[in-house]
């Protein structure tokens, strides 16, 4: 099975380690990362909606590369349902994942732990809104402040320190987890960015209860072809397909395109990756 994983959940261009740990336990288990044509940080709704066009443009692509089934790396699981009505793979976001593992652990009481500041809130209020989960979410605990968004090219931005493991981020992470259980007693912390993957299994280690990476529960739900709850759209496009990617590769191809101007605080501006 040739499973797309559309982002690699930070800057990078390769896909970070725990992905083809989790494809070596399933045989036959391919991955390959698909990185959107058009892309920027979804600083509020507006950028989102462009980042929603990305990732379904990404999915389509993913399908044409002949992948059976297709990952959306990120917790706000852009575009999923607009991807999921023009292609006919199996698609499952992170989000989606990390909150219906949650949902069926212990009595199905959670908390979010993101590393992003509060307002970033709009996107885990679209995903808990969505697929029903507010009643189940006992807090969300935004780690940063709120400048933590001017560094995110730099070296002591929160994702480059956890992408080294840092021991001072880790630690103050499991703080925070430990702090959410002692006051809202839930059934599992959710990690509410895929860019806190590399250090999943290090705030599990300091947690009396299971912590849950939607990368690798996605992963595996796919994977293992466990992906109820996230069929196929029965509304799945015919004659307009081909709308999304037409209107990228006429954007990122025109001199001229009205694209939002790329900064160099931002390590996920649009780009032209082709």
């Known amino acids: 099975m040739k499973i797309g994983i559309i982002g690699s959940g930070s800057a990078s261009t390769e896909l970070p380690p725990h992905f083809h740990t989790e494809a070596a336990r399933f045989p036959g288990a391919e991955v390959t990362l698909i990185q959107p044509r058009l892309s920027m940080f979804a600083f509020t709704p507006y950028e989102r909606l462009l980042v929603d066009v990305g990732y379904v443009d990404a999915a389509q692509s ?63 209020d679209e995903r808990l809104r969505s697929l029903e989960m507010v009643p189940r979410c006992l807090a969300i605990r935004h780690f940063s402040a709120e400048d933590e968004l001017s560094r995110l090219a730099g070296d002591t931005s929160v994702m480059a320190r956890m992408a080294r493991h840092e021991h001072d981020i880790i630690d103050a992470l499991g703080t925070a987890c430990e702090e959410l259980i002692a006051r809202h007693r839930p059934d599992s912390i959710v990690l509410g960015c895929t860019c806190m993957s590399p250090i999943a299994d290090a705030l599990a280690k300091r947690c009396l209860v299971p912590v849950i990476d939607g990368a690798v529960s996605g992963l595996r ?43 160099p605080d931002c390590p996920v501006c649009i780009t032209d990756v082709e």
């Open 62 to 124: 993913a399908a044409q590369a002949h992948c059976d089934a297709i990952l959306i790396n990120s917790f706000a699981d852009y575009g999923i349902e607009a991807a999921r009505s023009a292609v006919e793979a199996p698609i499952m976001g992170a989000g989606e994942a990390a909150l219906r593992e949650a949902s069926v652990t212990g009595e199905g009481r959670f908390c979010i732990l993101t590393v992003w500041p509060k307002s970033m809130g709009f996107l885990y």
């Open 221 to 263: 739900l796919l994977a293992s072809g466990n992906h109820i709850g996230s069929p196929v759209s029965a509304r799945t496009m015919a004659k307009r397909a081909s709308l999304i990617p037409d209107m990228v590769s006429a954007w990122i191809g025109t001199a001229h395109s009205p694209a939002p101007v790329a900064t």
